[in-house]
């Protein structure tokens, strides 16, 4: 299967977490999002024993909360002891919600409002990622209006092409995010931040991308940062405390997605860090690494009741579900590949070859083509959803006016609920 938590029980039902899918669509309704609760720890516990294990006990796995945000997820980071990633002020709103301590948040995004920085400071987060010298800039202007030293590191691009799909590609010198080590950009606005009052440099980001499976990617782009923190250190006197890797790791969606084992990645990494540091002669930094997807991926699973099928002789076939891109619009962003199961015909053989799409006026509200399901499969039947654990209840929406699907989390053999099904008087609640 595609994940461990995956099996299949001997009445042919799908299980997840070792839980009977058949059983938890009845009592919770579909569409559904399951999230295995263990799993989501055991992922934290893997990149935090691999970083004590390599980088001490001061370095820390970053959970990068866009992945999935929700308060239960920000009360589990918290008692996982994870730091947090946030790009919003909804995020820190959120994590606050949780009762998450700020002080190990980190603020993302390139391009944070006056009312985000405002918000962030007020809120006492611990860091602001800075993209630009603009965001510099309205950032000593408020901790300078609040007396304090705000804590910052500035997001930096190494240069370097992942090659995973282009719209996750956020490394390149040309991108929208960060200042670029190639142009110069970065060293000019490690100076202007050096220079200002009430900021205080604590380091370097960069992110290379998502979905990330390559064989070196991230012991390239750590290298290239810590040439350029040698750098700083030469011509500025200035040693960055922190370096922060950025998240990446890839997930598992179909069969012919490579395993990736965490410990075994994070020990290269280090390896690669060590060997420069001691080339360079700089002392190793603080090492940060912010996963997303590979924290809360695999631990996803989304339930559909199949509704229409239908069969157009020598064209395709198309198997409808009660979701569809409100609650997964990753296909119809990027085409990402999912593996779509019948759950409570795992016994049948597959070998049928359908589009599973939703229920949305858009033909391009498609789950995924070129599915095989049994082919009995008809109105009433589960349909399955792997590893839609990250960017998936992140993205939902409410096109069509269509509910957004609860969370019910998985733990330990049993089940809850973290975020309610929508109503259809929370559709309108905002509506005067
Ligand atoms: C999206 C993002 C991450 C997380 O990426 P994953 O692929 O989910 O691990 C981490 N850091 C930054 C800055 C990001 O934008």
Redesign the pocket.
């Known amino acids: 299967m595609i994940c461990d938590n995956i099996t299949v029980g001997q009445n042919g039902h799908l299980l997840f977490a070792g839980q009977d899918t058949t059983a938890l669509a009845k009592q919770y309704g579909t569409p559904l999002y399951l999230m295995d609760e263990d799993k989501i720890r055991e992922n934290c516990r893997l990149y935090q024993s691999a970083f004590r294990e390599h980088f001490g006990d001061k370095a820390r796995p970053l959970y990068?909360s866009?992945?999935n945000s929700f308060k239960r997820i920000y009360e589990i980071m918290r008692e996982e002891d994870m730091g947090i990633?946030v790009?919003s002020s909804g995020e820190i709103y959120t994590a606050l919600q949780a009762g998450y301590d700020l002080s190990r948040a980190y603020f993302?995004s390139n391009n944070k409002t006056d009312e985000d920085i405002i918000y962030g400071m007020e809120n006492h987060i611990g860091y602001f990622?800075a993209d630009n010298v603009e965001e510099i800039k309205a950032i000593e202007a408020q901790a300078a209006r609040r007396g304090i030293r705000q804590k910052v590191l500035l997001r930096l691009t190494p240069g370097i092409d992942p090659h995973t799909y282009e719209a996750v590609s956020?490394g390149k010198v040309d991108s929208k995010f960060g200042s670029a080590i190639e142009t110069g950009q970065a060293e000019e606005i490690t100076v202007f931040t050096l220079a200002q009052p009430h900021v205080e440099l604590m380091g370097f980001h960069c992110?290379v991308g998502?979905?990330v499976f390559g064989e070196d990617i991230f012991e390239r782009a750590a290298v290239v940062m810590l040439e350029f923190i040698a750098d700083m250190k030469r011509k500025h006197g200035y040693m960055a405390p922190q370096l922060d890797l950025?998240?990446?790791?890839g997930v598992r969606y179909v069969e012919s997605d490579p395993y990736l084992d965490v410990p075994t990645k994070v020990g290269q990494v280090a390896a690669a860090i060590k060997e420069a540091c001691a080339r360079l002669d700089i002392e190793m930094p603080e090492i940060h690494m912010?996963?997303?997807?590979?924290i809360v991926g695999a631990a996803g699973m989304t339930l559909y009741t199949c509704g229409t099928v239908k069969k157009i002789p020598g064209y395709k076939s198309y198997v409808s579900v009660d979701g569809g891109m409100t609650d997964n619009p990753r296909y119809a962003l990027y085409r990402s590949a999912y593996t779509c199961l019948a759950a409570n015909k795992m016994n049948e053989p597959a070998d049928f070859t359908c589009s599973v799409v939703g229920r949305c006026c858009e033909s391009g509200d498609i789950v995924q083509e070129g599915v095989q399901l049994p082919s009995s499969i008809g109105r009433g039947d589960l349909v399955a959803v792997c590893t839609t654990g990250?960017y998936n209840y992140a993205m939902a929406c409410n096109y069509n006016r269509l509910p957004r699907a609860p969370i019910v989390m998985l733990r330990g053999g049993e089940s809850y609920v973290a975020v309610r099904r929508e109503s259809f008087a929370d559709l309108c609640k905002n509506d005067l």
């Open positions: 990068a866009k992945a990633d790009v993302h990622v956020t992110h998502s979905q950025g998240g990446g790791y912010e996963p997303g997807r590979s990250a």
